[in-house]
């Protein structure tokens, strides 16, 4: 079965740590992309990778971090200097061609304790 | 800042009738228009996109755009209980770019 995978479902971090999360695809997407959502609002664009080696910031990228060594991988890392990380975290991929559009995985719920 | 504006509900409406969810958005240069769906705690699926001005219907669902107006709306008819769900609105503003800006949702009831 083609899909996103994303891992774990749910998180609980203390304050001051890393954590990384886990986002796969096997639908052969160029790109891929990760999403904020917190209750009562859009989602909001954290990072997005185009091709394997190359990311850029999207509008809320400021403690975060990612990394694009495989096509099919775009791992998250959400660092202590993200002040508010408690959040729905939301992977999605698409072909990098016009109008394609994005398919999202399971998501992630992180909690911060 | 572009923007893309949904009324955040709750749209009520009875088993059978016609739903009708609106947004508008505020880049006259955007190309490519997203209705997704996503039930309380779950991910969004994409229902419907568009692309050109007019109707697009699939199934129980007709997605329609106006360029001119800034508006895209989406159309669910006989709605039913299952179609409760919060559905967002999705922009990308132009070719061969795939940076989607999403409008806050608006939620569905479907009352039986």
């Known amino acids: 079965d083609g899909g996103i995978t994303q891992s774990p479902k749910y998180l609980f971090r203390k304050e001051g740590q890393n954590v990384t999360l886990s986002c796969e695809q096997n639908?052969?997407?160029?790109?891929m992309y990760w999403y904020r959502q917190d209750p009562g609002q859009g989602l909001r664009l954290i990072y997005y990778s185009q091709i394997v080696n190359d990311f850029q910031k999207g509008d809320i990228a400021e403690g975060y971090s990612v990394s694009r060594e495989k096509k099919e991988s775009f791992p998250l890392t959400v660092t202590s200097a993200q002040k508010n990380p408690t959040a729905f975290y939301l992977c999605?991929?698409?072909?990098?061609?016009?109008?394609?559009?994005?398919?999202f995985g399971p998501g992630t719920r992180l909690t911060v304790l | 800042q572009k923007e893309v504006e949904q009324n955040s509900g709750p749209l009520s409406v009875p088993e059978g009738a016609i739903a009708s969810l609106n947004c508008t958005y505020s880049d006259r240069g955007s190309q490519s228009f997203f209705w997704y769906r996503q039930y309380s705690g779950k991910s969004p699926e994409l229902i419907m996109f568009?692309?050109?001005?007019g109707d697009k219907e699939d199934g129980r669902f007709t997605a329609q755009l106006n360029k001119a107006s800034q508006y895209v709306s989406l159309l669910i008819r006989d709605s039913q209980p299952s179609d409760s769900a919060t559905y967002l609105c999705?922009?990308?503003?132009?070719?061969?770019?795939?940076?989607?800006?999403f409008g806050t949702g608006t939620k569905l009831q479907v009352i039986p």
């Open positions: 568009i692309y050109s001005n």
């Open positions: 999705a922009v990308i503003e132009g070719r061969g770019y795939q940076k989607v800006t």
């Open positions: 639908l052969n997407h160029d790109a």
């Open positions: 999605a991929s698409s072909f990098w061609q016009d109008y394609n559009e994005q398919f």
